[in-house]
């Protein structure tokens, strides 16, 4: 005979999976999907002590599992489109032009903006700071700049591209757990990064007029990034076509999937006639990801390549969305169990006791997010757990799945590289040469976004509310959104 959870009962899963992830993931090191697996062990034995049999608990995986397969199709999805978009030399060509707008004389600014828009054409924050942001770094010592200020202005730069970008796997990932849409995800985000993005143009900027006087040519490593992308591809207005198709149905609201694998589609072609790839090679690029032994063009040698060019340019395919799905899976089979078994439910409950306004609900959802950011220093545990706890709350105070989304980007994704023991934090400092703890006061996007939107959920201004019933709202499109 099942029963309802206790308030103990239900807290104690949460509790040993921050625990298991906290010790195994953050101390250890361990793979964090095995620890969910053993999270969700223990919440299968909360759930047989209150009478949730094996076929039940594997109901509501299939439960979960089903309503984020839309979205996972998507991310994978993303992978084919990263793949094709390099091989055809849309991104490079994006890249290059992006590269070409550095000016020394104001190098902290630059650096975000530069950062900024490599991150949103490639999709990865790590790829942006791991090239661009190298060659900024060595602007920076020429001019005699300070070089926390410019590895924070790096750092911010390339995750406002990663949460807005289309091709971001946490910007795919943050819809799926709270359960809205992609693309009105992203415009959502406006609302806090856009005035986060403002906050940080005018700091650096001020921040600029204080540099030391002189210039600094272009680092020779960025002269042979630029010389290598120019010896890969032809550069042809055509390459645009692809990102304009993402535009065009995100104007005109198609459907995701379609859009993305038309575009993909239109890549390809452009890869084969513009740039000779072979056929067996654009397939590849879809599953394997863009490679630059794939380019067979005269004068270019793939095997003298520079390890900066192809860390940034060497990904996409199917293959790179795998780590991604599998945390996701891993998490849903937790989240499936304690939802079947109450668990969730009880907890809403005592949320929505303490929780009275929506301020309220968005404070907590950022705390939760750091908190986990904290425990896992993993930008997708940050989003995918809180994703999973709130998503209901949402729904019980009528208000919009997308900011839940936002709420989970804002506090998830971009605080985990201000984290000195997470990876991203750890890759950042390694690359860029300063410590965590020095840019971090100056990666002012990463900690404005949640106080921005902590202010918004008080003031209700740019929070979507959900006008009737909320099930069938949220499913369907033409849903009545009233924004106050």
């Known amino acids: 005979m099942k029963r309802q959870p206790t308030l103990l009962e239900a807290f104690l899963p949460i509790i040993v999976m921050l625990l298991l992830l906290a010790i195994g993931y953050g101390v250890y090191g361990f793979s964090p999907e095995p620890l969910l697996i053993l999270a969700s062990i223990f919440a299968g034995m909360i759930a047989l002590r209150v009478g949730v049999n094996w076929e039940g608990m594997m109901k509501g995986i299939r439960e979960k599992i089903d309503t984020a397969m839309p979205a996972i199709l998507i991310l994978i999805s993303i992978g084919i489109l990263i793949g094709t978009w390099m091989v055809a030399g849309t991104i490079p060509m994006m890249i290059y032009y992006g590269l070409e707008i550095i000016n020394p004389k104001f190098i902290v600014v630059i650096a975000f903006i530069v950062s900024a828009i490599i991150s949103i054409v490639t999709g990865t924050s790590w790829g942006s700071a791991g090239t661009v942001g190298v060659a900024l770094m060595g602007i920076a010592t020429g001019l005699g700049a300070s070089l926390p200020a410019t590895a924070g202005a790096v750092v911010a730069g390339a995750y406002f591209g990663d949460k807005i970008s289309p091709l971001s796997d946490t910007t795919n990932l ?213 994703g999973e706890v709130f998503k209901d709350t949402y729904k019980a105070k009528k208000l919009h799945a997308k900011n839940l989304s936002r709420t989970l980007e804002d506090s998830g994704t971009v605080v985990v590289p201000l984290i000195p023991w997470s990876s991203a934090g750890v890759y950042m400092a390694g690359t860029l040469g300063v410590s965590t703890l020095s840019y971090a006061p100056w990666a002012i996007l990463c900690y404005v976004g949640f106080i921005i939107a902590i202010i918004l959920g008080y003031t209700g201004i740019g929070i979507a509310k959900i006008d009737g019933d909320s099930n069938q709202a949220e499913n369907d499109d033409a849903a009545k959104v009233i924004y106050k």
Request: glycine letters at 6%.
């Open 174 to 386: 943050a819809p799926i757990a709270a359960g809205s849409q992609l693309y009105e995800h992203i415009k959502h985000m406006f609302y806090t990064t856009i005035p986060a993005a403002i906050i940080c143009l005018i700091v650096y900027t001020i921040a600029g007029f204080n540099l030391s006087g002189g210039t600094a040519s272009t680092p020779e490593q960025m002269t042979q990034m630029m010389q290598t992308l120019t010896e890969m591809f032809d550069w042809n207005i055509l390459l645009l076509l692809p990102p304009a198709i993402i535009l065009y149905g995100s104007i005109r609201k198609k459907p995701t999937l379609p859009v993305i694998i038309l575009s993909s589609a239109v890549a390809a072609i452009l890869a084969k006639f513009i740039q000779g790839i072979s056929l067996s090679n654009i397939f590849a690029s879809t599953v394997t990801g863009f490679d630059t032994s794939m380019v067979h063009k005269a004068g270019f040698d793939s095997t003298k390549v520079m390890e900066e060019v192809t860390r940034l340019v060497n990904q996409g395919g199917m293959q790179s969305m795998t780590s991604v799905i599998l945390i996701a899976f891993a998490a849903f089979i937790f989240a499936g169990i304690i939802t079947k078994a109450g668990i969730l439910q009880v907890i809403i409950n005592a949320l929505l006791k303490i929780v009275k306004r929506t301020g309220d609900l968005i404070l907590s959802t950022v705390l939760s997010c750091i908190t986990m950011a904290l425990v896992t220093g993993n930008s997708y545990l940050s989003i995918i757990v809180p």
